[in-house]
């Protein structure tokens, strides 16, 4: 089902109309029409739930799986029939789309003996992919012209000068299937886990190194995506923010001087480059790249919302609460009317809610005189507990502290307790010494919050030492915002000493905080 609700969305998005594949006589086929129409409103969750609609059982029968393979043959004809110069498409991507279209149409021409037709058109699509660099069909395209020219017409003159092209951009496709087979080893070892070992450092070190001479031997723009990508990659192992930024503005110089601009491609990196900028505490810089990464996509596209929960972060790591506030108001409005897309980055976006509600209480945000308080269910929250991983520890420690912050409100010290043995059976468990060195230092210091007798003169002390280590390591680099400090510990620190002043004040006026 996933397959063709991929194929339906295309179709649907560029609404195509009276075509024979999905058009004519579609709506004369009513079960066919359903189910084409079901996966576009998005009305059937699975294959079961669209078979039940269609023919009153969870079977999945015959009449069912035919329909199904008539649909998928047709979304697939269709898209043939998809209009290619949609102005929401830039020249780059028009040229992508009519190359390979007229591919398929030359193949086919030639199959059915139509040779100086597919002739003219190869040599009318070879222009294209020349001036945009889609070497994939250039070179095959030369392939055709070579044999043509040379084994059926002899032209010397010809063969020779497609001979020519053809070596140039064989050498072009040699650098990027180099870089490419780089790029695809290095990830290939975090797919699984986020875990970088010595020896992924010493491999990337080695690739850069075969890779930078290269740069001045190719310009060709695939052999340049994944050569930098490499090199940002590299330093982006070692945690080495500097280098990350400085890899970056050198691919970023590349691609935005192409006289054919890609916008994936330039933000792809200015991308890689917020998240280092934002570590660094160069706010003002990040700011200006995550604002430029939005411009870049769709409002309410899967990277729109990838963007957001970055640029929130970023909101957050630089104190401004109450614009992080309003930004949030608006990826919350976005969420619910691109239903299709509310399961992206659920889990992190429950937790900003958290804060934000925390946020509210203490004071630190002011609800708009015409707006009304978001609705935030606490107590479902303090209740809830963590799918403890290694691989959102970020998000595992947050949720565990915020919970007891929302407990301090409630006077509820015994499940205050509890929650700090989890944290202690957390750390123990999935935070290693060498790997997560802030986090333990964090999680170290809250846990003598008990031992000091929720008294933050004594707190202070005791944990001096451990505060004076967070500080002197670095925020951590993280690829996704659930591995990273939604709020940097430094601050969340002051978060908690505050709230146990807050508590202090509530117990002596003998009243609730909250």
Known sequence: MKYLKDLISIVGKNKVKNIEIIGNELSKD???YKLYDGILQQKFSSDTHACKELYGTNDLNKGYRNIKSRLEKRAINTLFFIDQNASSYTDLQKANLSCYKNLAAIKIMAEHGARKASIKLSEKTLKIALKFEIHDIAINLLKDLRT?????????????RYNHIFKHLKEDRDYEEQAREMYDNLASNFVQSKTIKPFHIKIAKTYAKELEPLLEKSTYRQFRLFAHTVLV???QMEND??????????????FQNQPHQSKTQIFNFIFKRLSSYTQIKEYEAADL?????LTLVSEGSVNWFIVSQFYILLLFHSKKIQEAFSFYRKVRFIRKKKKSNLEIGKEFWNIIEAFIDYFIRIGEIEIPINKRKPRFDSRSFVKSLPAFSRDKRGMNIMILVLQILFLFGEKKEDEVNERMEALRNYTSRYLRKNDDF???CFI????????????????ERNTKDLFKKLKTKPLEVASKPIEME?????????MVLESLDRKLMRDRKGARLF
Request: proline share 3%.
């Open 438 to 440: 802030r986090s333990n």
């Open 289 to 293: 790249d995550a604002k430029y990464c």
């Open 444 to 459: 170290k210091m809250f846990l003598k919050i008990p031992e000091s007798n929720y008294n933050r003169i004594a707190l």
């Open 30 to 32: 009513q079960k066919l």
């Open 148 to 160: 043509y020219y040379g084994t059926l017409l002899g032209d010397q003159k010809r063969l020779k």
């Open 241 to 254: 923010h500097i280098g990350t930024i400085k890899a970056c503005n050198q691919a970023l110089h590349f």
């Open 233 to 235: 990659l590299r330093f």
């Open 486 to 494: 939604i709020i940097p510990f430094e601050m969340l620190w002051k």
